[in-house]
Each structure stands twice: as C-alpha cells, then as structure tokens.
C-alpha cells in the first residue's frame, strides 16, 4: 500500500508566500510522476505544477514565476513553494503521485487548504 500525505497549507495574506509539501511512502519500487494539483470551490480540479520526464518542471500560466516545484528524491518528498499570493490561489491542494511497484498505480493526496485573504 501506497500513503501520500500533504502537508503546509494554511492562511495567508495576499502577497504572501507558503510551502507544501507531499510525501509518499509504502511499497513500491520508484516514483515515475509526481505533480500538484488544485480545486477551488465550484470548479474542476486543475494542473498547478509537475514533473515531466526527465525532470522538467512545467507550470500552470496562471502560477508561471511565482511558484516552484521542487523534488527531494532521497525522501521521496515534492514541494511547491509558493509566493505572491493571491486570493484566486485559494484552493485545496492536491499532489498526484504514479509509483512503479508491479504495475504502474497513481495515488492522490487527501489535499491541504491554502486560504488567500485580500
């Protein structure tokens, strides 16, 4: 079994920054993607940031230059730091992880609150 727990989430004024963290344990022999994810109230679940093969970072347009994406493999851990705020960022943060353990198998977190106040 494979356990992806979000963490960092909170309330934050606009301008504001934070950092989210997901980290993923269990069995499994690697992880082939791993990307963030968010839903606002009323919408679909939308694309924030990933990893693409290789290890290229592609963002959102609507985050491009103000969050990064980053990646501690040893931990098997993804950030996403997260700066200029705004109130359009409030959302609950997902992080979507595939692993390889005798199949190809994707997991989603249980998501954490990110509140931008005005």
């Known amino acids: 079994q494979v356990q992806v727990v979000e963490s960092g989430g909170g309330l934050v004024q606009a301008g504001g920054s934070l950092r989210l963290s997901c980290t993923v344990s269990?069995?499994?022999?690697?992880?082939?993607?791993m990307g963030w994810y968010r839903q606002a109230p009323g919408k679909l679940r939308e694309l924030v940031a990933q990893?693409?093969?290789?290890?290229?970072?592609d963002y959102s347009d609507s985050v491009k230059g103000r969050f990064t994406i980053s990646r501690d493999n040893a931990k098997n851990t993804m950030y996403l730091q997260m700066n200029g705020l705004e109130p359009d960022d409030t959302a609950v943060y997902y992080c979507?992880?595939?692993?390889?353990?005798?199949?190809?198998?994707?997991?989603w977190g249980q998501g954490t609150q990110v509140t931008v106040s005005s």
């Open positions: 269990g069995r499994f022999f690697s992880i082939n993607a």
């Open positions: 979507k992880v595939i692993v390889r353990a005798t199949a190809q198998y994707q997991y």
């Open positions: 990893f693409l093969s290789g290890g290229t970072a």
